[in-house]
């Protein structure tokens, strides 16, 4: 049971580590209220393990922290992410997998613009934002995430494995 406590935490702050990398080397492919966040693609990873819930908030966290974000961004950008993560978390149990990336797209769509409006000031009306971010998790979710749960797929028992040697 330790060395499933282990593994868990250890999955977690991997996948949180590449979340925050990811994010700080793709940052600048996002462009006000047109979002591209290459690391949401990862939102697909609780399909595959409930570690994933936690590494990717504490990651979304810690990037929008450490880059720089306003308090309002940190917190509520972060909990878009959380919130996407457990909605895929649950389409993984009920082994729904075209379903994956459906919930952080939603969550994002529903959540960042209202962060763009009221935390940074952006003018542009929230509809309109809808929008612009939806179209950026469509992509970075939809497709890139798609992608990735592909690849992982083929690869999980080896990425995710339960027990440690």
Same mark, same amino acid.
């Not at 499933?4 to 080397?25: D, G, N, P, R, S």
């Not at 961004?73 to 909990?79: E, M, P, R």
């Not at 939806?134 to 995430?145: A, D, H, R, T, Y």
């Not at 992608?147 to 999980?156: G, I, T, Y």
């Given at each position: 049971? /330790?060395n ?33 966040? $290459? ?5 697909? !990873? &609780?399909?595959?393990? &409930? ?13 929008? +922290? !450490? ?35 459906? &919930?952080?797209?939603?969550a994002?769509?529903l ?15 929230? &509809? ?14 939809? $497709? +890139?995430?798609?992608? !990735? ?6 690869? /999980? ?9």
């Amino acid at each position: 049971m /330790k060395n499933q406590k282990t593994m868990t935490l250890v999955q977690a702050a991997m996948i949180a580590a590449i979340y925050v990398v990811l994010v700080f080397i793709f940052n600048y492919w996002s462009f006000g209220v047109i979002q591209f966040r $290459i690391a949401e693609a990862l939102t697909i !990873l &609780p399909y595959f393990t &409930p570690a994933a819930v936690p590494g990717l908030f504490a990651g979304c966290f810690l990037a929008n +922290f !450490l880059g720089g974000a306003v308090m309002g961004d940190v917190v509520f950008g972060s909990l878009a992410t959380l919130i996407g993560a457990i909605g895929t978390y649950f389409a993984g149990k009920a082994k729904f997998k075209w379903l994956a990336p459906v &919930p952080p797209i939603i969550a994002n769509t529903l959540i960042v613009p209202f962060v763009l409006k009221y935390c940074y000031g952006t003018e542009e009306a929230i &509809p309109y934002m809808m929008l612009t971010v939806g179209i950026g998790e469509v992509i970075v979710c939809g $497709i +890139f995430g798609s992608l !990735l749960l592909a690849v992982v797929e083929k690869n /999980k028992n080896a990425i995710f494995r339960q027990e440690m040697n």
